[in-house]
């Protein structure tokens, strides 16, 4: 089976952590998509939120990861696009429930609030929770 394909982006406030959390992933054995920014200089977060929605919209990448300084930004660009469903978290217990919950296909993280090792074990929930679809299933159609 091919690998799955996870893409990220980030603003200059997740760039290092989106740079860590990329190598994590080529080390697990995903297919990356990286979206940018590829470097810590100032760049606006809306432009890389909105790559990231149209990637996972369009089936270029199954799930994605979205980083910016508090996560906040980022968030609210990649919720604007029907379909994407992104979620802010801080630990791997709210990422593990975005994925059972909320069927998630985006995890926001902030690269100045969550540190790598949380961010590692967040990632990990992420991938590797399944939704678990019931009562929840009636509640993702609600939101259109
Ligand atoms: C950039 O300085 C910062 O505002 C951005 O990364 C993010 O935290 C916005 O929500």
Same mark, same amino acid.
């Given at each position: 089976?091919?690998?799955?394909?996870?893409?990220?982006?980030? *603003?200059? #406030? +997740?760039?290092e952590l989106k740079e860590q959390l990329k190598k994590e992933l080529a080390s697990k054995g995903y297919q990356v /998509? *990286?979206? #940018?920014?590829?470097?810590p200089d100032s760049v606006d977060y809306p432009d890389f939120g909105q790559a990231l929605a149209d990637a996972i919209t369009s089936g270029?990448?199954?799930? @994605? $990861? @979205?980083?910016? +300084?508090? +996560? %906040? @930004? %980022?968030?609210i660009a990649l919720n604007r696009k029907k379909g994407v469903r992104a979620a802010? $978290?801080?630990?791997?217990?709210?990422?593990? /429930?975005?994925?059972?919950?909320? *069927?998630?296909?985006?995890? $926001?993280? #902030?690269?100045?609030f969550t540190g790598i090792? $949380?961010?590692? *074990?967040?990632?990990?929930?992420?991938?590797?929770?399944?939704f678990? #679809? +019931?009562?929840?299933?009636r509640r993702i159609e609600k939101l259109g």
């Open positions: 089976m091919a690998a799955e394909t996870v893409a990220l982006a980030s *603003d200059h #406030g +997740g760039f /998509l *990286d979206l #940018g920014t590829n470097s270029k990448a199954s799930k @994605g $990861v @979205g980083l910016c +300084g508090s +996560g %906040i @930004g %980022i968030s802010l $978290v801080h630990s791997g217990l709210e990422a593990r /429930l975005s994925r059972q919950h909320n *069927d998630a296909n985006v995890l $926001v993280m #902030g690269g100045r090792e $949380v961010a590692k *074990d967040a990632l990990n929930e992420f991938l590797t929770a399944k678990e #679809g +019931g009562r929840h299933t």
